[in-house]
């Protein structure tokens, strides 16, 4: 099938105009694909529930009966032990649940000490 001639300009004007579209969209509008925004959902979700969780591991070291003890030896270690040490420690549990997120951990660890220089 031949085209006429008076619609290849207009044909081939749409096809780059769409193509221009979808590359200025995805690149600099914003646009991102199902499952893109899947993940950025699931990210921002788990990070809402680090945040309105880890105030109860913050409680849970400071009622244990050697919290000034244990907070000695948090602050003692290296940053990226801390978390282990939280974990360790059994703070980070929440009820129900018998497993620690990492995530959770280390929000409860940097919540307890406080930033670091």
């Not at 780059?16 to 893109?36: L, R």
């Not at 290296?78 to 280390?106: C, L, N, R």
């Amino acid at each position: 099938m031949e085209m006429p001639t008076q619609v290849a300009p207009a044909f081939w004007g749409a096809v780059g105009g769409a193509a221009a579209v979808a590359f200025i969209g995805f690149s600099y509008g914003g646009w991102v694909t199902a499952n893109t925004a899947e993940t950025l959902a699931a990210q921002r979700a788990t990070k809402a529930v680090v945040t309105s969780l880890a105030p109860i591991c913050v409680e849970n070291f400071k009622r244990s009966k050697d919290a000034t003890t244990q907070l000695v030896e948090l602050k003692k270690a290296k940053s990226w032990e801390q978390a282990a040490f939280i974990t360790k420690g059994g703070w980070a549990v929440m009820p129900g649940t018998a497993t620690v997120d990492d995530a959770m951990a280390t929000t409860c660890a940097e919540m307890i000490v406080g930033p670091q220089t």
